[in-house]
């Protein structure tokens, strides 16, 4: 049965920096592209970023672009989220995600089960 599990959330400082990580277990990790979503406070689940299985191309959502970085160990199963120059806005719930492809290219919504998320708070 496949599990995600995030972890390394907190609170932070606008301007500091935060690494996420997502631990998969029950699939071939390194079959699937991956992603992170997040959900704000009143507001929907929405793409973040995300990353093809064999970790060669990188995507991002125009908020996060050049401030978050993604990237996967597939040995470990770990996917992580390398955020910084944080926000107020950033604050939200952040999880992560298996994602069906097309033409190789990631489509950003989550093709799985959703785990628990980690809360991510940041102060102004």
């Known amino acids: 049965q496949e599990a995600l599990v995030e972890s390394g959330g907190g609170w932070v400082q606008a301007g500091g920096s935060l690494m996420l990580s997502c631990a998969a277990s029950?699939?071939?990790?390194?079959?699937?592209?991956m992603g992170w979503f997040r959900q704000c406070p009143g507001k929907e689940r929405e793409y973040v970023a995300s990353?093809?299985?064999?970790?060669?191309?990188?995507y991002y959502a125009d908020p996060v672009r050049g401030r978050f970085t993604i990237s996967r160990d597939n040995a470990k199963n770990i996917l992580y989220l390398r955020m910084t120059n944080l926000k107020p806005d950033d604050t939200a719930i952040y999880y992560c995600?298996?994602?069906?492809?097309?033409?190789?290219?990631?489509?950003?919504?989550?093709?799985?089960?959703w785990g628990q998320g980690t809360q991510v708070t940041v102060s102004s």
């Open positions: 995600n298996t994602l069906r492809t097309l033409f190789g290219t990631p489509i950003p919504v989550g093709s799985g089960s």
């Open positions: 990353m093809t299985a064999s970790a060669g191309k990188a």
């Open positions: 029950g699939r071939t990790f390194s079959d699937y592209a």
